[in-house]
Structure formats: structure tokens, C-alpha cells
């Protein structure tokens, strides 16, 4: 090797300065915790609303639905918009309409306001910023410690949780619900001009390599397509597959036990057994500690262990914990109800490394984005419907008791089903899907390795 390769070498940069993957990675997670400030205050906000307006829990818990719903599906448009007119235009316009949203839930006096305010404009906003983001990221610009960063974005939306849900907690007690939202819309304004400085959509783009790439790295191309077209049409080849509609359904499941009931259920369900407002509100940040440890350390993980064992682990011990929450659930924090705390932060979104680490194995490089966006889709309609299920077991028998056991035989159900899942090398995973030109001159994706991972 040359003197002016060595010069040039990925640690003789790293050296010299912090690569500039790091940078983004940074811009990327403080958008990510913009996104969950808003999503993870919900459950604080319920209950004020319902008693200023007087809505039913069922009001409530269905506008929650929809913002659920909507950020899950527009995950797989928006990492598809991301490929045809940039990370950075997409970010900035999201962080925007959460702003705008957040403001209109301010002044709204109609729960059909609530409907639209939470969950289209807030539900796409916050869509746009799904995992599904932070997903695109890892893979662009990290060809080493891609499970890693993966882990730490995806505790993105604990530390968001961590940090507004006691303060707007407190703030609510204090000035009201209505300052408290308009800190997170704040928050997500100031956001928008470090994105558009600091947020680049490729290395490419600003003459790097991704962090830990050898020098003369060609990253894969874009596929040409319409966003609409790619995300239709990825969903059409991926669903060949058994592997996908695993991930389909046991990442709805995920969505089910953690946003749609803890993160929306968690804080009131606490104050019907007696316990203060702030005190739920604490426990719920403590999960989001807790999920900061323990996803960054499934991104580790995954890094080094087969991803379905760790996805039946996490998937059966978080059934096994929500099973017993109706017995440690009081006016206190009792010591077993603390150690569900820490173990279910622990397990919180662990489960996000290995799935996206699945995407990438059995779909490849280039469309595990969009791939992995249909999936957390899934995930995200499973939050919305168990919202709205656990609304509704409260408003007709007054407690959540049959929400938290089918939550909990939901996620054993999912640790089972990845026994069925084929290994790492088991078929051809290709790392890209590479792109070639039809007669007609135009760009087409080569599918044949899709069709390779399907059965």
C-alpha cells in the first residue's frame, strides 16, 4: 500500500477528524427524538383533554388510532419519497408539519379537530421520521457497526420519552397541557435548520465514503423509480417471501404490546389503581432509561448473534412480564412493580436491531429501507388497534386487566413463530439489488434475488 492510500485510509481520516457519518448520525437522533416526544406523550395527555372537553376514553384512545396508523403507513412512502427526492427535503418538511400539528391541537375545540391535528398531520409528520429513517441511515453511511447505530437510533424514541414525558408532565401540573405541546413544537421547529446544515442524504453527496468502507467503496445505485411505484412494488416481491410475513406479523405484535398499550395505556391504567399522574408518567421515562441500555446493547448483539434467537428471546419474555402486570400494578411503586419497569425497558424496542438486520440479510441492501418500512407499518397499525382495543376493555369493564393478558399471549405467539424463519446463508441474501437496463433503455430492478429469497 501507498503512502498516499495509507494517507487516505478510513482510520488515518477518523484520526485526523470525526467522520462525517457520526454527524449525521447525531442529526438523525435528535430528529428521532423529536418524532417520539410528541408519540410518547399521549398517554400524559389524555386524561387533561378528557377532562377539559369531556370526551370518552374511547375519543381519545381512537385519535391516538389514527395517528398510529397513519405514522405506520406512511413509513414505507416516506423511505420511499427518501430515495426519490432526498433525506434531508423529506426530514425538514416532517419536522415542520409536527410543528404545525402540535400548534393546531392548541387551539382546537372539536374532537374531530383532535382526529386531524394527531393523527394525520402529527401522524404523518412523525411517520416520515419512523425507524424506517434511521434504518436508511445505518445502511448508507455505516458499513461497520451498522447494529450498533441502528441500536442507538432506535433508543432515540426512549430518550425522547425520557426527556418530555416527565416534563410535560410536570409542566401540565404547572401551565397546563397546552404549554406542554407547544415546548414539542418548539422543539421540532428549531430542529428544521440544523437538518437542512447538517443532514446529507449520501456520503456521495459530500465526497465521503460510509464509516468503516474501504477506499474505492461504490455505493449501490438508487432505483429509479416514483415512490409510490417502489414502495407498491417492493411490497409485492417481498411478500413472495415466509420470512417477510413473519416480520409483518410479529413486528405488528411489537407495536401492539409496547406503543399501542404501554405507551398510550400505561399512565392512566397506573392512575386507575391510585397512583399520581407524574408518578406513572416517571416509570413510564424510567422504561425509556432502560430501553436506551437495552437497545443499543441488542444492536451489539446483533452485530454478533443470530437475529431470530435474540427475537424469540425478547418476543417471549416481554409476553412472560405483561402477563404478570395486573398483579404488580397498585397506588405504589412496590419493588416487583419496579423490576417489570427495568426489564421491560430493557426489552422496550430491542427487538428493532434484529428485525432490521433480517431486512437487510433476506432482502437486501438497497430495499431493506422501504422493506423494513411495510414492516413497521405493521407494527404501527398493531399500536393503533391496540389502543383503541385496550380504550374500549377499559370503557366497558373498567380496568385493563384482559388488555394486558392478550397483549402478553401475543408476544409469545411471535417468539414462536421465528422458529420458522431460515437462517443467515440458508438461500441467497443478497448485501444490493443491483439495477439493469430493460431494452427500452429504462432502469428495472433485477428482482431475480427476491425471488430467490422467496418460497
Excluded at 144 to 155: D, E, M, N, P, Q
Aim: with cysteine; proline share 5%; net charge positive.
Amino acid at each position: 500500500m501507498t503512502s498516499v492510500q495509507q494517507s487516505n485510509s478510513p482510520s488515518s481520516r477518523t484520526r485526523r477528524r470525526l467522520h462525517r457519518a457520526w454527524w449525521v448520525a447525531g442529526i438523525t437522533f435528535l430528529a428521532l427524538i423529536a418524532s417520539a416526544a410528541f408519540r410518547s406523550s399521549t398517554g400524559v395527555l389524555i386524561e387533561p383533554l378528557e377532562n377539559e372537553f369531556g370526551w370518552s376514553r374511547s375519543i381519545t384512545s381512537f385519535a391516538i388510532t389514527v395517528n398510529l396508523v397513519i405514522y405506520g403507513l406512511t413509513a414505507p412512502f416516506a423511505a420511499a419519497l427518501m430515495q426519490k427526492f432526498g433525506i434531508r427535503r423529506i426530514v425538514a418538511l416532517s419536522l415542520t408539519l409536527v410543528t404545525l400539528g402540535c400548534l393546531a391541537t392548541i387551539v382546537m375545540r372539536d374532537s374531530w379537530q383532535l382526529v386531524l391535528a394527531w393523527g394525520f398531520a402529527i401522524g404523518i409528520g412523525t411517520g416520515s421520521m419512523a425507524l424506517v429513517f434511521g434504518a436508511i441511515i445505518a445502511n448508507r453511511w455505516f458499513v461497520t457497526r451498522r447494529g450498533l447505530v441502528t441500536g442507538i437510533f432506535s433508543a432515540a424514541s426512549s430518550t425522547g420519552q425520557l426527556v418530555f414525558l416527565p416534563l410535560m408532565a410536570a409542566l401540565i401540573a404547572s401551565h397546563g397541557w397546552r404549554t406542554a405541546v407547544a415546548v414539542v413544537a418548539g422543539f421540532s421547529l428549531l430542529l428544521v435548520p440544523l437538518v437542512l446544515w447538517l443532514l446529507a442524504d449520501s456520503p456521495a453527496d459530500v465526497g465521503e465514503i460510509p464509516y468503516g468502507a474501504e477506499p474505492g467503496y461504490v455505493s449501490p445505485d438508487v432505483i429509479p423509480q416514483r415512490p409510490a411505484r417502489l414502495a407498491i412494488s417492493t411490497l409485492v416481491s417481498s411478500s413472495r417471501s415466509w420470512t417477510f410475513w413473519v416480520l409483518m406479523v410479529t413486528f405488528f405484535i411489537c407495536g401492539w404490546s409496547t406503543n399501542g398499550l404501554i405507551g398510550s395505556h400505561f399512565i392512566p391504567a397506573a392512575h386507575d389503581h391510585g397512583m399520581p399522574a407524574t408518578t406513572a408518567a416517571n416509570l413510564l421515562a424510567l422504561i425509556g432509561i432502560f430501553d436506551i441500555v437495552g437497545t443499543i446493547g441488542s444492536g451489539w448483539l446483533t452485530d454478533r448473534v443470530d437475529p431470530r434467537n435474540l427475537l424469540v428471546a425478547y418476543y417471549g419474555l416481554r409476553g412472560l412480564s405483561l402477563l404478570i402486570v395486573p398483579t404488580v400494578l397498585g397506588s405504589s411503586v412496590d419493588p416487583p412493580l419496579f423490576l417489570f419497569i427495568v426489564f421491560y425497558g430493557l426489552d422496550w424496542v430491542a427487538t428493532v436491531p434484529p428485525t432490521v438486520a433480517l431486512c437487510r440479510e433476506h432482502f437486501g441492501l438497497q430495499r431493506s429501507g422501504v422493506v423494513f418500512g411495510w414492516v413497521y407499518a405493521s407494527h404501527m397499525v398493531g399500536a393503533g388497534i391496540a389502543a383503541s382495543f385496550a380504550g374500549t376493555v377499559r370503557a366497558h369493564t373498567g380496568d385493563y386487566r384482559i388488555a394486558w393478558l392478550t397483549a402478553g399471549a401475543l408476544c409469545v405467539l411471535a417468539a414462536l413463530l421465528f422458529f420458522t424463519v431460515r437462517g443467515r446463508g440458508e438461500y441467497f441474501a443478497p448485501t444490493e439489488i443491483s439495477v439493469v437496463s430493460s431494452p427500452g433503455g429504462k432502469h428495472e430492478p433485477d428482482l431475480a434475488a427476491e425471488e430467490g429469497a422467496s418460497l
